[in-house]
């Protein structure tokens, strides 16, 4: 009976080993199938992450980016065709979600200095502290810059935006995915993400029959967070502006004033 009964206790053992083995081959299969073919929502989370230096990820971002400071130059092309370049400075007071920011982007072009204020439900203009309603045209690539912009992405799930999977492409030798975010007010992005880095390095949108490619160079770490420090806009295949960002700083004291009408 003794015999017996070690006989079947050692089966049992033998048994439970195999389905242990067989469950940890499962697992590890299907770790493999998540790394290999993640979610658009893991995919997603994996940016913020990196963006936000690799280790707070969204709560680095919202507590290192309060505010920003950025100083640079851009070169646009104008109505008549013709580049125009000029110094720029960027302020922002960041808030929960991106129709609650404001934003004030001011250009100094050879002849003319004025600002462009989005202030979460309105835009407008302000030169020589006189409040003006920017052309229609000018009002629509401000607001793009922000709704298609990088905080669409590492902010979808504050701002509501879905996330969806719309796919792979290589391009350059560089493997993409491709994530398009759609938010509350159906207006839709699609990020090219590098599979490896996990870094934006171009995103697409259309306005009408026109479609906008920005694409972003030059990585580097401000206070800890990933930035890039060079863009560049196309439109159908034509290149529109180009951004070259000299000094970004985050957390500086702002004055609500800059942000308002007067």
């Known amino acids: 009976m003794l ?25 590890g299969k299907q770790k493999a199938d998540a790394a290999k073919n993640p979610t658009a929502e893991q995919i997603a989370e994996s ?41 720029y400075e960027r302020w922002i007071l960041r808030a929960e979600t991106l129709d609650k920011e404001r934003i004030r982007f001011e250009q100094e072009f050879p002849n003319a200095r004025y600002a462009l204020v989005y202030a979460g439900d309105k835009i407008f203009g302000l030169h020589n502290d006189l409040v003006f309603m920017p052309r229609e045209d000018a009002s629509k690539a401000f607001e793009n810059q922000i709704w298609h912009g990088l905080e669409a992405l590492l902010r979808y799930k504050e701002n509501g935006a879905t996330v969806a999977l719309a796919g792979r492409d290589k391009l350059m030798g560089v493997d993409f995915y491709m994530l398009d975010v759609t938010d509350k007010q159906n207006r839709k992005t699609r990020f090219y993400i590098s599979s490896k880095s996990f870094r934006v390095m171009m995103l697409e949108y259309n306005e009408g029959d026109t479609k906008y490619r920005r694409k972003f160079y030059d990585y580097n770490y401000a206070q800890g967070t990933l930035f890039p420090f060079r863009n560049v806009l196309w439109a159908n295949d034509k290149q529109i502006e180009e951004t070259n960002v000299q000094t970004v700083t985050f957390g500086q004291k702002l004055e609500e004033s800059i942000f308002q009408e007067g």
């Open 3 to 27: 015999g017996g009964v070690s006989l079947v206790c050692a089966q049992t053992n033998v048994e439970n080993a195999d389905k242990t083995a067989k469950k940890q081959k499962q697992d």
């Open 47 to 87: 940016t913020v992450v990196i963006y936000g230096g690799g280790l707070g990820g969204r709560a680095t971002l919202n507590q290192i980016r309060k505010t920003s400071l950025e100083r640079g130059k851009i070169s646009v092309v104008n109505v008549d065709g013709k580049t125009e370049q000029a110094n």
